[in-house]
């Protein structure tokens, strides 16, 4: 199967920074990614998705998108506390998502 | 409000037992998805559905089993072959298969006895 791979972190960044998230996938066929935000013991959350080269903002988000690269990432501005949480990047293959394993993300005060 | 409902958001499982986990969406979306999280790790595929009456094995089907009678449900059973059952289960929805994102409901979380 192809596959999404993340570092799994943890990330550490102080408030009001920005923090970056990476991601890479293998299969060059995938259409559509998305980003999730997952807090500990709660269900992931849509925050991102992004279907063609380049950035696309929304809020403090942005995501990036190098399919000549098989790279995805998010950068998040003036991170806050409320940001720690892991993060799913995802891939469509063949109507699936695959998912990475996650990024642990700590905004520290 | 429209949402995806899951239903018990914890259930444990006897030796030996079939355990079903309800999912339920009223978002009108034709493909529903059922995942497993194991701690630390990413979401794992166990069955989706397009359409009513068609559902599809994903990644780690062994020991599970799906319905698809009608749009709104697409329940889970974790059955007594599935030899390690304790997980998060997650029930997702989307309009349809190709490039739509998914929307996920709060999860079940499942434990053995």
């Known amino acids: 199967q192809k596959e999404v791979e993340q570092n799994s972190g943890p990330l550490s960044v102080p408030e009001g920074a920005i923090a970056s998230l990476n991601c890479t996938y293998s299969?060059?066929?995938?259409?559509?990614f998305f980003w999730y935000r997952q807090y500990s013991g709660k269900s992931p959350e849509l925050i991102m998705s992004i279907y063609s080269n380049g950035d696309k903002e929304d809020g403090r988000f942005t995501a990036q998108l190098n399919k000549a690269s098989q790279y995805v990432s998010l950068l998040i501005r003036d991170s806050q506390p409320s940001d720690s949480a892991t993060y799913l990047c995802a891939a469509n293959q063949g109507g699936k998502l695959i998912f990475g394993q996650g990024t642990e993300l700590s905004v520290k005060p | 409000d429209g949402g995806i409902t899951q239903s018990p958001k914890y259930l444990f499982r006897k030796e030996g037992q079939n355990v079903t986990l309800s999912c339920e969406q009223n978002?009108?979306?034709?493909?529903m998805y059922w995942y497993r999280q194991d701690p630390g790790q990413g979401l794992r595929l166990i069955y989706y559905?397009?359409?009513?009456?068609?559902?599809q094995k994903g990644d780690i089907a062994e020991g599970y089993s799906v319905s698809r009678e009608k749009k709104e449900s697409f329940p889970l059973t974790v059955t007594s072959a599935q030899k390690n059952p304790t997980a998060f289960y997650l029930c997702?929805?989307?309009?349809?298969?190709?490039?739509?994102?998914?929307?996920f409901g709060d999860g079940t979380r499942l434990s053995i006895l």
């Open positions: 978002l009108n979306h034709d493909a």
């Open positions: 559905s397009q359409i009513v009456n068609d559902f």
């Open positions: 299969d060059r066929v995938s259409q559509s």
């Open positions: 997702a929805s989307s309009p349809d298969r190709f490039n739509q994102p998914q929307h």
